[in-house]
């Protein structure tokens, strides 16, 4: 019976709580103090990727140069990084030139940055280390799933089973254990 019962209960609650989808706030830290390093009168590329919610994500982070030098800093898509890669006209999502830190928050629908430090300097090597956290929304689903349902059903069949295999069994006919006594 309790077995039963329990299937039953399952059953109630998969009917009664359905699955369904909710938008769920994510946050990631993709990078903490990472380096990019850029020689004297060269430049160094950080590139990152991710796979983020349906509707874009919001890239915040920032960036300082280890020794105090000064930097120019750009931050662009594959498009327009392989534009301002051959001297084209691009669209950066932050371009922040002769910084030592800088803070940076921004939108994208891309799951693809390049991170770049241009070093100015004829002298000295600049090491800027990058952080970067991301925040999307994400459709996940709650719920009690449908299976469920087969699930109780199976455990009530087998409840109910049981109940009638246990009643057969208490009011079938008992054996009698007579035993005839031979004398000789």
């Not at 609650?13 to 699955?19: E, Q, T």
Request: glycine fraction near 8%; charged fraction near 25%; aromatic fraction near 10%.
């Amino acid at each position: 019976m309790i077995i039963f019962l329990s299937g039953a209960i399952l059953v109630s609650l998969a009917i009664a709580m359905p699955p369904r989808d909710v938008l769920k706030h994510e946050e990631e830290t993709l990078l903490e103090d990472e380096p990019i390093i850029a020689p004297p009168r060269h430049y160094g590329i950080k590139m990152i990727s991710w796979c983020g919610g349906p509707s874009g994500a919001t890239v915040r982070g920032s960036i300082r140069e280890a020794k105090g030098l000064t930097f120019d800093l750009y931050i662009l898509d594959r498009i327009n990084f392989d534009s301002w890669m051959h001297g084209e006209p691009y669209k950066a999502y932050v371009e922040a030139k002769g910084v030592v830190r800088y803070d940076f928050e921004f939108s994208t629908k891309r799951s693809e940055l390049f991170f770049v430090v241009k070093n100015r300097h004829e002298l000295g090597v600049v090491e800027a280390l990058l952080s970067v956290r991301l925040e999307y929304e994400k459709w996940e689903t709650i719920g009690i799933p449908h299976n469920f349902i087969t699930l109780g059903v199976c455990i009530a069949f087998s409840g109910s089973l049981a109940s009638l295999a246990s009643a057969v069994y208490a009011v079938r006919p008992r054996e009698r254990k007579d035993q005839d006594v031979v004398t000789g």
